[in-house]
């Protein structure tokens, strides 16, 4: 119990999030991204709103001018992919440049590349060494490998796998104001016939925010409605607002 | 063959394409985006190339600023999200607010909905009928509901089935200046010992886009090397001078 709320107190508080997804092969088709979802979920999990997202090739301008973009605006942005030692691998200098702070060699990262493949270094492994002047290393128990941090951010890889295990360092280290709550009801009614109930609830909670989700081919529900709110009272109440002025054979269920 | 050589006369000719991707959900880890993917490879296979993708939430201001950026800055920009009846559905009105022109009542949308639901609409399908003022409606043979088309801006749904429906109307109208040629090399080794081979390639072939991606927890091959050019003579040059400088047992195969 000590120890669990001595770690929730050295978490950074954080509102705001934004994903910076780097990789040309996402934008031509060839790969199917999987790490938006996966640090969205995240996120959510941790209290912390995901603002924005956007992916860019592996363009080493463009990359910078969407780190400052995207750093200025929200509180935390986690980039991922183009951190191999290959020519296409440029968000380390993306990183510097978006900063305009040189690229150093760190001690640390070096210490564990030579530990693990000896001396000397080929070219490959001397660029892995490298981070931009006054990036932090966020070191975690699970993972060994440490995370570039530079100012608010963070410097995730593009491999699923390795992208997930990663995570494990944000939940670590980042958590947001409080908890999200969610409830949701799921209907027989269409999106037309559920309006005027959706703008009365939506009138009477501005405090909650109120999604409608039509579902196509699926023939056990046809709108799922969804309340988002920073108390579990709130996101219950307009729940149960919006379940009174709807017809209870109408209702499949509510989660 | 007369009327193919037709269709592909008649396709406007576009370089560049971003997406917009709209949805609450999509960025609070509810939904899984499919749609970037779907488009992703459809830019692809006509010729056009997908320069950016942005995620953004419900919200009328930042969808018309992320609008008016990306309208500027590519030749085409495509919408997925928020086109239905209800209060969260607001790509409409930002569209409106981003060109800066009224909304409208467009006879020929009013038609089909009271062909569909008869007289009189609710608000709900009277909202349906609305456009930009200057919005093109783009018709197909195979879909039904007009695509609006405001400026260089394509409206699409966020429904996967039917947005991948829509899909079909993108490439009834547009086209790239020409196909994409794309060859790849699977190999044993990993990048650190590509690195060399793959600088001297990329250095010798600046008009060839050099792709490098390692492969995790796959025992198959360890890095898929990918050359993307304007001529499939080129893509095979650069593949060639690639292969020739790898031990041939390294190589899995080529594609």
């Not at 978490?11 to 996402?26: C, D, N, P």
């Not at 750093?71 to 992919?81: I, P, Q, R, W």
């Not at 046809?222 to 209702?251: G, H, M, Y």
Request: aromatic share 6%; net charge negative; charged share 20%.
């Amino acid at each position: 119990m000590t120890i669990e709320a001595e770690g929730q107190r050295m978490k950074r508080v954080v509102q705001t999030a934004a994903a910076l997804l780097i990789g040309s092969e996402l934008l031509s088709g060839k790969t199917r991204d999987e790490n938006l979802h996966s640090l969205a979920a995240t996120l959510r999990a941790l209290g912390i709103r995901l603002t924005r997202a956007v992916f860019v090739a592996d363009e080493e301008g463009a990359i910078a001018a969407e780190i400052r973009a995207l750093s200025s605006t929200v509180d935390v942005v986690f980039s991922s992919g183009g951190i191999g030692p290959t020519h296409d691998d440029v968000t380390i200098d993306a990183l510097a440049r978006a900063f305009d702070v040189p690229l150093l060699v760190r001690a640390e990262l070096e210490a564990l590349l030579l530990s693990e493949h000896g001396a000397p270094l080929s070219a490959a492994y001397q660029r892995m060494a490298l981070a931009p002047e006054g990036a932090q290393l966020v070191a975690s128990g699970e993972v060994r490998w440490p995370t570039i941090v530079m100012q608010n951010v963070w410097v995730l890889p593009g491999i699923p796998e390795i992208f997930r295990m990663k995570l494990a360092v944000v939940r670590e280290h980042l958590r947001g104001p409080g908890p999200f709550f969610s409830r949701a009801v799921y209907t027989q009614l269409d999106e037309v016939s559920l309006k005027p109930q959706l703008d009365a609830t939506v009138a009477r909670f501005p405090d909650v925010e109120v999604g409608s989700y039509p579902k196509w081919q699926d023939h056990s529900y046809r709108t799922k409605v969804t309340f988002d709110a920073a108390s579990a009272a709130l996101a219950n109440a307009a729940l149960e607002d919006f379940c009174q002025n709807l017809p209870s054979a109408e209702v499949v269920r509510t989660e």
